[in-house]
């Protein structure tokens, strides 16, 4: 069983479109966390959710947006796609952060979005 | 501020070689903890191992190692014996409180 799934797996569309990407984790985590990979392979997180509430938001477009109908999923939302947004996306997930913030964090395979 | 830097862009071994990956981290949190995250060509990222700021004790997994020095702010990481399976690309994660950073990730080739 995978710990941590998202789909679709590849997503190409056209630019101005909106789509979403899905994530679930079977782990019992309880933090969940959205990655941009860019081109070059540089991983930043975006946003984190802890207990349905938003702990970190870094200064990403608005346009994208996390969704967490329960602790088990985390979608993210991207209005008005642009060439730009083209990347992987990686969905992680951990156990509630504590003081210190050291929860190992586990990835989903990454979802490959292409802005045509 | 980049708060952890890997050097080493990309990196080329004959299998059976040893290779050491490196890892600087720069803070002023008395308490934060490093990773190792693997990345092998298929694309996802493996974690390989976690380490808070009060243990530096040295770790050792099969042919996997870490060096962590605090006195350095370093977190090195090396494969004994590489083999092709180890290529991939690694990458050290810094975090602290609501932080966390990903360096620039080390490409390693094993050639056999």
């Known amino acids: 069983d995978t710990a941590v799934s998202q789909t679709p797996k590849y997503l190409v569309t056209q630019m101005g479109n909106d789509k979403s990407i899905k994530c679930e984790q079977n782990l019992g985590h309880d933090t969940m966390y959205w990655y941009k990979q860019d081109s070059k392979k540089f991983l930043k997180i975006m946003f984190s959710y802890n207990n349905k509430e938003l702990i970190i938001n870094e200064t990403v477009p608005n346009r994208f947006s996390p969704k967490s109908p329960d602790k088990a999923h985390l979608n993210l939302h991207i209005n008005s796609l642009e060439l730009g947004d083209s990347a992987v996306y990686f969905c992680?997930?951990?156990?509630?952060?504590?003081?210190?913030?050291?929860?190992?964090?586990?990835f989903g395979p990454g979802t490959r979005l292409l802005v045509l | 501020a980049q708060k952890v830097t890997q050097a080493q862009t990309e990196i080329s071994v004959v299998e059976k070689e040893d290779v050491t990956l490196d890892c600087v981290y720069e803070t002023r949190d008395t308490t934060y903890y490093l990773f190792w995250y693997k990345q092998p060509p298929s694309g996802e990222l493996v974690f390989l191992i976690r380490?808070?700021?009060?243990?530096?004790q040295n770790e050792i997994s099969g042919r996997y190692s870490w060096n962590f020095q605090k006195s350095t702010s370093s977190f090195n990481f090396t494969i004994t014996a590489s083999q092709v399976v180890d290529s991939a690309v690694y990458f050290c994660a810094f975090r602290t409180g609501n932080q966390f950073y990903f360096g620039t990730g080390t490409s390693l080739t094993v050639i056999p």
């Open positions: 992680a997930s951990s156990r509630k952060r504590t003081s210190g913030g050291g929860e190992t964090q586990y």
């Open positions: 380490r808070n700021s009060f243990d530096e």
